[in-house]
């Protein structure tokens, strides 16, 4: 064996060797407490890829210049990754394709970097950074004379054969957070408005009675100022025809940003050139750090003599939902299962599918955060038991 092969095969070894050490360092302290989190991952089927890589920090704590996501996270899920690993905070997100969108904000924002990702109808995606100005620099808006007016409902589907389902959309001459309130039977619910204020509106709704069933619309302006629609029949409503819309490519994606001052709050207009779903966000400044819960004596010799505080974790959110599009970027929420949004009426959401301390659905309401013995780490066996556990009428 030649001396130059035997130079390449130890140059080799010696990459190996520091990047699984670089890896055990991201997560050494980590498993000082948490070792059986990883001896229980490792003894099942199917196992998320941080855990395997023992890369704790990519979902768990925000991403220092060593954690960066491995290359085969990467190719296997067809994306580049984050170009940034900083910590994100989300300030305002919707999952509903528009192309004029608006958003209020801190003031706090002001002379800070915002991070925009966009997710397009055609599943293109783009991510930018935007400085927001200084305060003073940012013209004030008046309130106007008049409340926001809404057009007719529109009932654009319908159908009832595993269960009642309806979607209904309509407009507001100035961008509004609506929503959707509809009773049947004594019984009154709500569906609740996005983040951001638009001019078009949609809403689903679910396991309702179509003979007796109500809607209205309620919206608010940036200013707000109310306007409540009267409750009409759904029987009342026109199934129009919705002409299929065409998805061919743009070859150029753009937007445009406007900022204005209502009060002290700053409002944020993003206008894109095609329709688009939108999380806006910027890095975040400092988080305090929770301190570490004392385990008694006779506890594991790995925790003794701990003495600093825990590491900063992702907040609820983050972890169980956002977190996850950053690796996973072949798939776009909107096409999805729908997640960050509460349950339909009606449905009862057994205990062991995990739901946000507000109730509402997120990835990890189906898949188990670290590893399984199920497909794609669900939480039941098969899909189908998956799904009927919420949708037992399936």
Same mark, same amino acid.
């Given at each position: 064996m030649s001396k130059q092969y035997m130079r390449v095969i130890t140059i080799c070894i010696l990459f190996c060797f520091l990047g699984v050490s670089t890896a055990l360092a991201n997560s050494d302290l #980590?498993?000082? @407490? *948490?070792?059986?989190?990883?001896?229980? !991952? /490792?003894?099942?089927?199917? =196992?998320?890829?941080?855990?395997?890589?023992?890369? #704790?920090?990519? @979902? *768990?704590?925000?991403?220092?210049?060593? !954690? /960066?996501?491995?290359?085969? =996270?990467?190719?296997?899920?067809g994306g580049t990754g984050p170009s940034d690993k900083k910590w994100m905070e989300?300030?305002?997100?919707?999952?509903?394709?528009?192309?004029?969108?608006?958003?209020?904000?801190?003031?706090?924002?002001?002379?800070?970097?915002?991070?925009?990702?966009?997710?397009?109808?055609?599943?293109?995606?783009?991510?930018?950074?935007?400085?927001?100005?200084?305060?003073n620099s940012i013209p004030v808006e008046l309130p106007p004379a008049v409340q926001p007016t809404i057009s007719p409902l529109h009932l654009d589907h319908y159908h009832d054969k595993l269960f009642s389902r309806a979607s209904l959309s309509w407009t507001t001459d100035v961008p509004c957070r609506c929503q959707l309130h509809y009773h049947f039977d004594d019984n009154k619910y709500v569906e609740n408005a996005d983040d951001f204020y638009t001019l078009k509106h949609n809403r689903e709704i679910?396991?309702?009675?179509?003979?007796?069933?109500?809607?209205?619309?309620?919206?608010?302006?940036?200013?707000?100022?109310?306007?409540?629609?009267?409750?009409?029949?759904?029987?009342?409503?026109?199934l129009r025809t919705v002409t299929p819309r065409n998805l061919q490519a743009h070859n150029t994606t753009s937007f445009s940003t406007k900022f204005k001052r209502i009060a002290d709050l700053i409002e944020i207009s993003v206008t894109t050139n095609q329709p688009a779903a939108i999380s806006l966000g910027r890095v975040e400044q400092k988080k305090e750090s929770l301190p570490i819960v004392r385990k008694p004596q006779g506890a594991s010799e790995l925790n003794n003599g701990l003495t600093s505080s825990h590491p900063t974790l992702s907040d609820e959110k983050q972890v169980n939902t956002t977190i996850c599009f950053e690796c996973h970027l072949s798939t776009v929420e909107i096409a999805s299962h729908p997640i960050n949004v509460l349950p339909p009426p009606g449905m009862t959401i057994p205990d062991e599918y995990p739901l946000l301390s507000n109730g509402r659905l997120t990835c990890m309401t189906c898949h188990q955060r670290h590893s399984s013995n199920n497909e794609a780490r669900l939480i039941k066996a098969g899909k189908k038991e998956l799904c009927t556990g919420c949708h037992t009428n399936y």
């Open positions: #980590c498993l000082k @407490c *948490h070792r059986d989190v990883l001896n229980n !991952a /490792t003894g099942e089927m199917v =196992v998320h890829d941080p855990i395997s890589q023992s890369r #704790c920090k990519i @979902c *768990h704590i925000p991403a220092e210049t060593d !954690a /960066t996501i491995p290359e085969s =996270v990467k190719q296997d899920h989300w300030l305002a997100e919707s999952f509903v394709e528009n192309t004029h969108q608006v958003a209020l904000l801190p003031a706090s924002v002001c002379d800070t970097e915002l991070t925009i990702k966009l997710w397009y109808q055609n599943q293109q995606k783009q991510q930018s950074e935007i400085l927001c100005p200084s305060f679910r396991n309702f009675d179509p003979a007796n069933t109500k809607v209205s619309v309620q919206c608010a302006d940036t200013f707000q100022q109310h306007t409540q629609g009267r409750f009409i029949p759904l029987s009342e409503l026109t």
